[in-house]
């Protein structure tokens, strides 16, 4: 079993920047690719970033892309997920989840783990 939760969510005005944090614990983190997704009201669930279990493969939404940067730190059982340039259609609930391999990643089916996500809301 793998315990996922977040934090960093808010409020908070286009234009800014928040930083969500996802602390894990349970079994060896540096095992499990690291994915974000996020929901909005009447909307599915949406793949949004994720990274490998040792950080050297990122992957991103299109609509994020240059603006979001996922990190983890291992030794902290940590993922990270800074958001810049912030926009109303970023409002959101954020989870992070977790998956053995990375393979389908973009697929919400595909992840063992989840966390109880962070609400982030963008005011215009």
């Known amino acids: 079993q793998v315990q996922l939760v977040e934090s960093g969510g808010g409020l908070v005005q286009a234009g800014g920047s928040l930083r969500l944090s996802c602390a894990a614990s349970g079994r060896t983190f540096n095992n499990y690719y690291m994915g974000w997704f996020r929901q909005a009201p009447g909307k599915e669930r949406e793949f949004v970033a994720g990274i490998g279990w040792s950080g050297g493969t990122t992957d991103y939404a299109d609509s994020v892309k240059g603006r979001f940067t996922c990190s983890r730190d291992n030794a902290k059982s940590t993922v990270y997920l800074q958001m810049n340039s912030l926009k109303p259609e970023d409002t959101a609930v954020y989870y992070c989840?977790?998956?053995?391999?990375?393979?389908?990643?973009?697929?919400?089916?595909?992840?063992?783990?989840w966390g109880q996500g962070t609400q982030v809301t963008v005011s215009s």
């Open positions: 989840a977790a998956k053995l391999w990375a393979n389908s990643r973009y697929y919400e089916y595909s992840y063992n783990y």
